[in-house]
């Protein structure tokens, strides 16, 4: 059984995401302890429930300690399963969140597997969907995962009631990523969306993100941001998520959430600046997605070499997580919030 110290690096939900989906796939046993330690409010949440009791589903998990605000469980994975599932996060649980727990497993699963999770889409402190939709789906299908992601409804905070679909065609072998010297902006794409809220939120958060992009004047790149204006849903809420793709496939992404008294222009203004300074950091992944393809990279098929624009916390809780069950077979070089480069030798699992 593999011992996993929850309270490493940032002591939150990271350590516990990766370390299920990693046990999941390689079927390995593992006992989680110190959860959250680094939290004002240790222990297990519901979101963090409902991430580990949908990855036992998909793996047949026997499961021990498993409650809200337990420090410490077991968690014991067994064949995993193709077909469909729903799960409810729980008002404004972070969606992406869970999907950060399950998606590597699926890429495993023995056939297609149909995923509905209801829950927030677009709340403080995770990915916005949209950021997942327009960087972490593309960079994945250039390796070989199958995921298609479809957006049936938003949910902000505090209401939640989002509701998204997954789906996978089933097995992947997944290929490793090699680094390539950064080719110029081909495009600049975006959404800006504004819930239950005057469509001028989304466009002016569009226009200001716009701005930013424009003065820092990137090499000729086509800039296409779309505004999505829906009073219908639930709310109210807005943000807004950029990706830039380069000549030679590589993409980069940003995003910023609007909140109660934030102008729409700061919104826009923070997702543009930090696309431009992604940009310039001549990476190949951004500092999100940085921590994000480490349990891919360690699934995968021979050996990754990428680099990243901004070390982060959660980069490093990553590699540290994936070292317990690998035995180090990664290394990073760069320190905190500064560029890195990362080698992973994948396992080639099948």
């Known amino acids: 059984m593999i011992e996993i110290d929850g309270s490493y690096g940032?002591?939150?939900?990271?350590?516990?995401?990766?370390?299920?989906?990693?046990?999941?796939?390689l079927s390995k046993e593992i006992h989680v302890f110190n959860i959250r330690a680094g939290r004002a409010e240790?222990?297990?949440?519901?979101?963090?429930m409902t991430g580990v009791k949908a990855a036992a589903e998909l793996c047949s998990a026997n499961l021990q300690g498993l409650e809200v605000g337990a420090t410490e469980f077991v968690f014991k994975p067994g064949n995993l399963r193709a077909g469909s599932f729903r799960f409810d996060v729980?008002?404004?649980?972070?969606?992406?969140?869970?999907?950060?727990t399950l998606m590597p497993i699926l890429a495993f699963a023995p056939g297609p597997v149909h995923l509905e999770i209801a829950g927030g889409t677009d709340v403080k402190w995770s990915p916005p969907i949209d950021y997942v939709r327009l960087v972490p789906l593309p960079i994945l299908k250039k390796i070989g995962y199958q995921?298609?992601?479809?957006l049936v409804r938003r949910g902000h905070y505090p209401k939640g009631g989002g509701l998204v679909k997954f789906s996978n065609k089933g097995a992947s072998t997944l290929q490793a990523m090699i680094y390539e010297k950064p080719?110029?902006?081909?495009?600049?794409?975006?959404?800006?969306?504004?819930?239950a809220l005057p469509r001028h939120v989304a466009e002016r958060?569009?226009?200001?993100?716009r701005k930013n992009l424009e003065d820092a004047k990137l090499p000729s790149p086509s800039i296409d941001i779309e505004v999505i204006d829906d009073r219908r849903q639930l709310g109210p809420g807005s943000g807004i998520a950029l990706s830039a793709e380069t000549d030679n496939g590589n993409i980069l992404g940003s995003d910023a959430?609007?909140?109660?008294?934030?102008?729409?222009?700061?919104?826009?203004?923070?997702?543009?600046?930090?696309?431009?300074?992604?940009?310039?950091?001549?990476?190949?992944?951004?500092?999100?997605?940085?921590?994000?393809?480490?349990?891919?990279?360690?699934?995968?098929e021979g050996a990754s070499e990428v680099s990243v624009s901004r070390v982060t916390q959660h980069t490093r809780t990553n590699i540290k997580v994936a070292e317990w069950f690998t035995a180090g077979r990664l290394h990073l070089e760069g320190e905190l919030d500064h560029p890195g480069k990362l080698r992973v030798e994948g396992l080639g699992f099948m």
């Open 10 to 25: 940032e002591g939150g939900g990271q350590v516990l995401r990766t370390a299920v989906a990693l046990a999941a796939v």
């Open 42 to 48: 240790p222990g297990l949440r519901p979101q963090h």
């Open 90 to 100: 729980g008002t404004a649980g972070s969606v992406t969140l869970v999907l950060q």
């Open 147 to 150: 995921g298609g992601l479809e």
């Open 183 to 195: 080719g110029s902006i081909s495009k600049i794409y975006g959404m800006s969306h504004a819930v």
């Open 205 to 209: 958060q569009a226009a200001a993100a």
């Open 257 to 300: 959430l609007g909140e109660r008294g934030r102008p729409s222009e700061d919104v826009g203004s923070t997702a543009g600046k930090v696309l431009v300074e992604e940009v310039e950091s001549g990476a190949m992944l951004d500092r999100h997605m940085g921590d994000m393809i480490i349990p891919y990279l360690v699934l995968a």
